[in-house]
């Protein structure tokens, strides 16, 4: 089964650093996803991707995040300053067309802001 | 802003029947999606109802009513592997993003 694949695990840094979560989604998926998920908290949308550019983004998709897809396979989500409130879990996903068959999610990265 | 609702937690015993219910008050609706959630896991899709009524897989079934904003989970013949979170999303007219509940915690018993 293909899968979703996020790096790394688990990411501690320090407030104000910047960093860099990264994903490889499913080979032939054309519509790329970032969400997180606080700790006891809903899933929330950050921001999808279709054709080499943003097609939504959220509220909480503010400056400070930015996603890009540098080569034919991954898929990027930065984060310029970190904050203490940006500790999360971030979820990629990816579908293919359409919504039918849902969305494949990544394991997650685990991000710690100290 | 968008509204779906789910009961918080349910508990019920191996090989029985549950039912988790979601409302949902959005602004457009292109569908409704359960997905199940192990802790500390990925949400795994689970069921997609765009149409009123029954969709059925396997031990589990989902119903939506698009006139009355609601929707529900079926689980038969429970296992202890079923529990977990299980959560209610919606998506909006010409949207791929989704909206998410808060989520159902449901604990098996034996």
């Known amino acids: 089964e293909p899968e979703v694949t996020q790096t790394p695990s688990h990411q501690v840094t320090q407030m104000g650093q910047e960093v860099i979560l990264r994903c490889v989604p499913i080979?032939?998926?054309?519509?790329f996803y970032w969400y997180r998920q606080i700790l006891g908290q809903k899933v929330e949308f950050l921001v999808s991707f279709y054709n080499n550019e943003i097609s939504e983004k959220s509220e909480i998709f503010d400056d400070q995040f930015s996603v890009e897809r540098p080569d034919g396979s991954n898929f990027t989500l930065k984060i310029r300053s970190t904050k203490l409130e940006d500790s999360a879990m971030y979820f990629c996903?990816?579908?293919?067309?359409?919504?039918?068959?849902?969305?494949?999610f990544g394991s997650g990265t685990r991000l710690t802001v100290v | 802003g968008q509204n779906i609702d789910q009961p918080t937690e349910m508990t019920a015993t191996e090989g029985a029947i549950v039912q988790i219910n979601c409302t949902y008050q959005?602004?457009?609706?292109?569908?409704l999606f359960w997905y199940q959630q192990h802790a500390g896991e990925a949400p795994t899709f689970l069921s997609y109802?765009?149409?009123?009524g029954l969709e059925e897989k396997g031990r589990f079934s989902s119903f939506l009513s698009r006139s009355k904003g609601y929707s529900y989970l079926l689980l038969k013949e429970l296992q202890m592997k079923d529990s977990a979170s299980y959560l209610c999303?919606?998506?909006?007219?010409?949207?791929?993003?989704?909206?998410f509940g808060t989520g159902t915690r449901l604990t098996v018993i034996p």
């Open positions: 080979s032939n998926h054309l519509y």
């Open positions: 996903a990816s579908t293919r067309q359409g919504l039918k068959n849902g969305y494949t």
């Open positions: 959005t602004s457009g609706f292109n569908g």
């Open positions: 999303a919606v998506a909006l007219t010409g949207a791929n993003n989704l909206f």
């Open positions: 109802n765009v149409l009123d």
